[in-house]
């Protein structure tokens, strides 16, 4: 017999893995597009960061395109880290070298790159809203104008607005001069911007309307930068605003090559300058540009899509896709009735309790979504009192809180001593017995004869001050300059950081004060210190000038810690790019959720639309909608009409928790729905029945005193049963009552009576 031996593959002639197979048949075709505009609509949980991860690595791998030639522009650090380790993960190190980041932090490192062209040093700073307020306080009483009458952060708004149109102080003059605060808007403008660059200071803003100007001004930049960038991606399109538009259309103007991502019914940044008609007018823009749909969804379950697919559809501009998706059909939306918003945070955290224990959900799978910041506050005492573990996104950044901005401005003053934000915060601080007469005297003189204060402070002598005032003044400009010459000759970041606190006296300050307050604040400074630990250790040239940047470019979203075993509460805007596989939408009533509809207003209808459509798409496995009938505002009690989007959702979807449909209003029934509030009887039950297995039922042996019923006691009045905990004898119920509030009480004692029968 003939022998044979099978003969091992040599893997040289085996056909190379083309990693594109991994995507769907619109991803790929999304992915493998590499010359000319690219419009990619893609709709939520369609995988946009995956179609463009592979985008990229198909221009380094199979274009041979260099990684320096892409610049890829996202809206979070958050999504570029994400984007960098996937590109890292499919084609390895042949990415390192591409610029990918927000539109901030790319577009300040061009500007550090070319800054002395526009009359700005290296070493710039950059004020956060809370350093351009007091800027413009400042500028405001040299203006003679009371900042307790004409508010800083009306003005600073302002200015950011025409800003984000690229309006300049000369336009904003001559066009927006209409009012008193116009006019007071535009004096400001004016001082605000010399301000800024007499202290070496960029805002924000200045970060998106300072390229076009470099650009404009200096046309063998902008092509340098052009023939830099031969291919740019561009993620969250319908979110730029005209300052982000203008640059990068500038930037693709030679090539046009650029891939723009984004989806239409995800616009809800209106009130930043993001400007919906970017991505609606791209194909005028660019009259050769293919346009791509991903309607596959890969995140929610059938019945939610459906759900925000209902919703969406009543939105009149808008570009044509339909979102599907293979998932199971799921679950469907549930629909919670409360007394009022305490009622709202128990129950929604008793619902947390029982998810956890049934389904074995952890508390990182659950996110509360708000319309308002201050919704949260009644949730986190609910969750508190519950011991539930939740992280707040949206509350005091730790980069924001006293202590941490004192140091920085510190650690500013080594890089840039002409910031003078950063010179008024601690000239003083901790206290050198440098007081406001003195600190008037040296802006007075500084503003007579227009110079910095930093070169005031080596002047000091000729200032109108007394001789200790003047000592002490000049003890702090040595201070400085020995740290800076620290830190110049070489000395480490975190050693230079070390000596601040020692040499500023702030360290000492907070120990003496020895308050749990203060301890508090030393704890932070502390944490701080390991920062700049970290950065030290991960970059391979750190410098105090980039640290600075990094951590004043520092997003909400980037804090937000997934993996962190806590529920997430935080608002619908917030949550834009995110996914839980529970989510609560609370605060479902007119004038919350939506905002201040008005009749004639369908644009901020239809915004306020999307941003419900962007809180549905963040739900995987289970959807809640939530609203109250009653609520405090103003300091009173006042009667809440549901949202009318809740009559305009698809009603196959959504149910009670009794498992019973909801019921849609016929348009003259929704029209006073919005104007005045529902009449509301709190002796009439909220459900009709005992809630199904599904929700969250627990059996009580065919007792009807059971969380949801609605009850009367003699002396209390009607109420609503919450929780109830204990067995036989020993049975305790925790009770909502209109008059009196919660109360908890014995069920054997408590002589209740049910309102009305359940069926």
Same mark, same amino acid.
């Given at each position: 017999?003939?022998?044979?031996?099978?003969?091992?593959?040599?893997?040289?002639?085996?056909?190379?893995? =083309?990693?594109?197979?991994?995507?769907?048949?619109?991803?790929?075709?999304?992915?493998?597009?590499?010359?000319?505009?690219?419009?990619?609509?893609?709709?939520?949980?369609?995988?946009?960061?995956?179609?463009?991860?592979?985008?990229?690595?198909?221009?380094?791998?199979?274009?041979?395109?260099?990684?320096?030639?892409?610049?890829?522009?996202?809206?979070?650090?958050?999504?570029?880290?994400?984007?960098?380790?996937?590109?890292?993960?499919?084609?390895?190190?042949?990415?390192?070298?591409?610029?990918?980041?927000?539109?901030?932090? $790319?577009?300040?490192?061009?500007? +550090?790159?070319?800054?002395?062209?526009?009359?700005?040093?290296?070493?710039?700073?950059?004020?956060?809203?809370?350093?351009?307020?007091?800027?413009?306080?400042?500028?405001? *009483?040299?203006?003679?104008?009371?900042?307790?009458?004409?508010?800083?952060?009306?003005?600073?708004?302002?200015?950011?607005?025409?800003?984000?149109?690229?309006?300049?102080?000369?336009? &904003?003059?001559?066009?927006?001069?209409?009012?008193?605060?116009?006019?007071?808007?535009?004096?400001?403008?004016?001082?605000?911007?010399?301000?800024?660059?007499?202290?070496?200071?960029?805002?924000? /803003?200045?970060?998106?309307?300072?390229?076009?100007?470099?650009?404009?001004?200096?046309?063998? @930049?902008?092509?340098?930068?052009?023939?830099?960038?031969?291919?740019?991606?561009?993620?969250?399109?319908?979110?730029?605003?005209?300052?982000?538009?203008?640059?990068?259309?500038?930037?693709?103007?030679?090539?046009?090559?650029?891939?723009? @991502?984004?989806?239409?019914?995800?616009?809800?940044?209106?009130?930043?300058?993001? /400007?919906?008609?970017?991505?609606? #007018?791209?194909?005028?823009?660019?009259?050769?540009?293919?346009? %791509?749909?991903?309607?596959?969804?890969?995140?929610?379950?059938?019945? $939610?899509?459906?759900?925000?697919?209902?919703? %969406?559809?009543?939105?009149?501009?808008?570009?044509?896709?339909?979102?599907?998706?293979? #998932?199971?059909?799921?679950?469907?939306?549930?629909?919670?009735?409360?007394?009022?918003? +305490?009622?709202?945070? #128990?129950?929604?955290?008793?619902? %947390?309790?029982?998810?956890?224990?049934?389904?074995?959900?952890?508390?990182?799978?659950?996110?509360?979504?708000?319309?308002?910041?201050?919704?949260?506050? $009644?949730?986190?005492?609910?969750?508190?009192?519950?011991?539930?573990?939740?992280?707040?996104?949206?509350?005091?950044?730790?980069?924001?809180?006293?202590? %941490?901005?004192?140091?920085?401005?510190?650690?500013?003053?080594?890089?840039?001593?002409?910031?003078?934000?950063?010179?008024?915060?601690?000239?003083?601080?901790?206290?050198?017995?440098?007081?406001?007469?003195?600190?008037?005297?040296?802006?007075?003189?500084?503003?007579?004869?227009?110079?910095?204060?930093?070169?005031?402070?080596?002047?000091?002598?000729?200032?109108?001050?007394?001789?200790?005032?003047?000592?002490?003044?000049?003890?702090?400009?040595?201070?400085?300059?020995?740290?800076?010459?620290?830190?110049?000759?070489?000395?480490?970041?975190?050693?230079?950081?070390?000596?601040?606190?020692?040499?500023?006296?702030?360290?000492?300050?907070?120990?003496?004060?020895?308050?749990?307050?203060?301890?508090?604040?030393? =704890?932070?400074?502390?944490?701080?210190?390991?920062?700049?630990? &970290?950065?030290?250790?991960?970059?391979?040239?750190?410098?105090?000038?980039?640290?600075?940047?990094?951590?004043?470019?520092?997003?909400?979203? /980037?804090?937000?810690?997934?993996?962190?075993?806590? @529920?997430?509460?935080?608002? @619908?805007?917030?949550?834009?790019?995110?996914?839980?596989?529970?989510?609560?939408?609370?605060?479902?009533?007119?004038?919350?959720?939506?905002?201040?509809?008005?009749?004639?207003?369908?644009?901020?209808?239809?915004?306020?639309?999307?941003?419900?459509?962007?809180?549905?798409?963040?739900?995987?496995?289970?959807?809640?909608?939530?609203?109250?009938?009653?609520?405090?505002? &103003?300091?009173?009690?006042?009667?809440?009409?549901?949202?009318?989007?809740?009559?305009?959702? =698809?009603?196959?979807?959504?149910?009670?928790?009794?498992?019973?449909?909801?019921?849609?209003?016929?348009?003259?029934?929704?029209?006073?729905?919005?104007?005045?509030?529902?009449?509301?009887?709190?002796?009439?039950?909220?459900?009709?029945?005992?809630?199904?297995?599904?929700?969250?039922?627990?059996?009580?042996?065919?007792?009807?005193?059971?969380?949801?019923?609605?009850?009367?006691?003699?002396?209390?009045?009607?109420?609503?049963?919450?929780?109830?905990?204990?067995?036989?004898?020993?049975?305790?119920?925790?009770?909502?009552?209109?008059?009196?509030?919660? *109360?908890?009480?014995?069920?054997?004692?408590?002589?209740?009576?049910?309102?009305?029968?359940?069926?």
């Amino acid at each position: 017999m003939q022998k044979f031996t099978l003969k091992k593959a040599d893997p040289s002639n085996e056909r190379p893995r =083309d990693f594109l197979d991994e995507l769907n048949k619109q991803q790929r075709e999304a992915a493998a597009h590499v010359t000319g505009p690219l419009l990619i609509i893609a709709g939520a949980g369609s995988g946009k960061t995956r179609v463009l991860t592979y985008r990229v690595a198909n221009l380094l791998r199979r274009q041979h395109a260099l990684p320096q030639n892409i610049l890829a522009l996202t809206f979070t650090n958050k999504a570029a880290r994400e984007m960098q380790e996937r590109i890292r993960h499919l084609i390895g190190e042949r990415s390192t070298g591409l610029w990918m980041g927000t539109f901030h932090s $790319i577009f300040s490192k061009i500007l +550090r790159f070319e800054a002395e062209k526009i009359g700005y040093n290296a070493n710039f700073s950059i004020y956060d809203t809370s350093d351009s307020e007091n800027a413009i306080k400042l500028i405001l *009483k040299e203006l003679n104008f009371d900042p307790k009458e004409i508010k800083p952060r009306t003005i600073q708004r302002k200015i950011s607005d025409a800003k984000n149109e690229l309006i300049l102080p000369d336009t &904003y003059k001559t066009r927006f001069v209409f009012n008193t605060l116009d006019d007071i808007t535009s004096q400001v403008y004016e001082r605000y911007q010399i301000a800024l660059k007499q202290a070496n200071a960029m805002d924000f /803003d200045d970060l998106l309307i300072k390229p076009t100007e470099l650009f404009t001004e200096h046309p063998d @930049v902008l092509e340098k930068y052009q023939d830099r960038f031969r291919y740019i991606l561009i993620d969250e399109y319908q979110d730029t605003n005209h300052a982000q538009y203008k640059v990068t259309r500038l930037l693709a103007e030679k090539y046009q090559n650029i891939c723009v @991502v984004g989806d239409d019914a995800q616009s809800i940044y209106s009130f930043r300058g993001a /400007d919906i008609s970017n991505i609606l #007018n791209f194909k005028q823009d660019y009259p050769e540009a293919s346009q %791509i749909p991903l309607e596959q969804n890969y995140r929610s379950t059938k019945f $939610i899509l459906q759900c925000a697919d209902s919703i %969406i559809k009543k939105n009149q501009n808008q570009l044509h896709k339909t979102l599907w998706t293979e #998932n199971e059909e799921g679950e469907t939306v549930t629909l919670l009735e409360n007394f009022d918003e +305490r009622d709202e945070a #128990n129950r929604i955290s008793s619902l %947390i309790q029982d998810l956890t224990l049934r389904l074995g959900l952890n508390y990182n799978d659950f996110a509360i979504l708000y319309r308002t910041n201050y919704q949260s506050r $009644i949730f986190e005492e609910s969750l508190r009192r519950k011991n539930i573990s939740y992280q707040l996104v949206g509350g005091l950044s730790f980069y924001q809180r006293k202590e %941490i901005k004192d140091v920085v401005a510190y650690l500013t003053l080594l890089v840039n001593p002409n910031d003078e934000q950063a010179l008024l915060r601690v000239i003083n601080e901790p206290s050198r017995g440098i007081g406001n007469k003195s600190l008037n005297e040296l802006i007075k003189k500084a503003r007579a004869e227009k110079r910095t204060i930093w070169s005031i402070l080596g002047d000091v002598e000729s200032a109108d001050l007394y001789k200790p005032a003047k000592e002490r003044v000049a003890g702090f400009r040595q201070m400085i300059y020995h740290l800076k010459d620290l830190l110049e000759s070489g000395t480490s970041i975190l050693e230079v950081s070390k000596k601040v606190l020692e040499k500023s006296g702030y360290l000492k300050m907070l120990v003496e004060e020895n308050s749990a307050e203060s301890l508090t604040r030393r =704890d932070n400074v502390l944490e701080l210190q390991n920062a700049i630990a &970290y950065y030290q250790q991960n970059n391979k040239k750190p410098s105090l000038s980039a640290f600075l940047q990094e951590i004043s470019l520092i997003t909400d979203t /980037d804090k937000y810690d997934e993996t962190k075993p806590a @529920v997430t509460l935080m608002t @619908v805007h917030a949550s834009k790019g995110l996914e839980f596989p529970v989510v609560f939408i609370v605060g479902l009533e007119e004038n919350l959720f939506p905002m201040g509809a008005r009749d004639g207003e369908e644009a901020n209808i239809e915004e306020e639309r999307r941003l419900f459509y962007v809180a549905i798409t963040r739900a995987q496995k289970r959807l809640y909608f939530s609203f109250s009938r009653m609520r405090f505002k &103003y300091g009173e009690e006042q009667r809440q009409a549901r949202s009318r989007f809740l009559n305009e959702v =698809d009603p196959g979807v959504v149910r009670t928790e009794t498992g019973a449909t909801i019921t849609q209003k016929n348009s003259n029934e929704s029209k006073e729905n919005n104007q005045v509030a529902d009449e509301y009887d709190y002796r009439k039950p909220l459900f009709s029945k005992k809630p199904k297995q599904n929700t969250f039922e627990v059996e009580y042996d065919n007792d009807p005193f059971y969380p949801g019923a609605v009850v009367h006691h003699n002396s209390f009045g009607a109420g609503k049963i919450l929780q109830r905990n204990g067995t036989g004898r020993d049975t305790r119920i925790v009770v909502f009552f209109k008059q009196r509030g919660q *109360k908890t009480l014995m069920l054997r004692a408590a002589n209740l009576t049910l309102v009305s029968e359940m069926e």
